[in-house]
């Protein structure tokens, strides 16, 4: 007989964490800092940045063949934002 392949659609799933959170690079500066700002919610330092926009170039490359737009989901604090 004959063997019948079906291909099913896959779908590819990124978990990415946010990167270096300023807070945790600096905390003596944080301490200072966080009486003004919301101190639940640090942003990126410097090196958490570069971090960040080097995946978001790589998912780039990996998604640019891609047929449809990615869905994305995230929290809301500004580190994942940045």
């Known amino acids: 007989g004959k063997s019948i392949c079906v291909l099913m659609p896959t779908h590819v799933i990124y978990l990415i964490r946010h990167g270096s959170r300023f807070d945790y690079a600096n905390p003596e500066m944080w301490k200072s800092l966080a009486e003004s700002v919301l101190a639940t919610d640090p ?29 994305i989901r995230s929290s809301l604090y500004w580190r994942v934002i940045q």
Do not use: I, M
Request: charged share 20%; with cysteine.
């Open 43 to 71: 942003p990126l330092c410097d090196y958490g940045l570069k971090q960040a926009n080097l995946c978001a170039a790589w998912v780039a490359e990996d998604l640019k063949n891609e047929s449809c737009p990615p869905t």
